[in-house]
């Protein structure tokens, strides 16, 4: 059965790091470099937020402006995990972090165009 589960998230000060996993289980190892994958977040009271993807064959990755910079999408298909490197944390990065599978059903940061999501990770930038 095919499943992400994230993992990494937690409580961390400004200007701090954190690293996300995203783990694929349930399909092999080929299949897993088919995949493109986003990160999105989402923090209380606000619409799910896009904020990286990555093509899992080629290594392409695409980053919204608010993280730019700061974070790092990355894979590791002999694992079929993604990673999302994290630094210089804000308090405005708190949220629940999820990773998903795009469907390539229209934008990369548009949540309706992945199928098979993870069940999150929670992610708070506090001092």
């Known amino acids: 059965q095919l499943q992400l589960v994230e993992s990494g998230g937690g409580l961390v000060q400004p200007g701090g790091s954190l690293r996300l996993s995203c783990a694929v289980s349930?399909?092999?190892?080929?299949?897993?470099?088919?995949?493109?994958i986003g990160w999105f977040r989402q923090a209380p009271g606000k619409e799910r937020e896009g904020i990286s993807w990555i093509s899992a064959y080629s290594g392409s990755a695409r980053y919204a402006d608010s993280v730019k910079g700061r974070f790092t999408i990355s894979t590791d298909n002999s694992k079929s995990t993604i990673y999302l490197q994290m630094k210089n944390l804000k308090p405005e990065d708190t949220a629940i972090y999820y990773c998903?599978?795009?469907?390539?059903?229209?934008?990369?940061?548009?949540?309706?165009?992945?199928?098979?999501w993870g069940q999150g990770t929670q992610v708070t930038v506090s001092s």
């Open positions: 349930g399909v092999s190892g080929s299949t897993f470099e088919t995949y493109s």
């Open positions: 998903a599978l795009d469907a390539h059903r229209g934008a990369w940061t548009f949540p309706g165009s992945y199928h098979t």
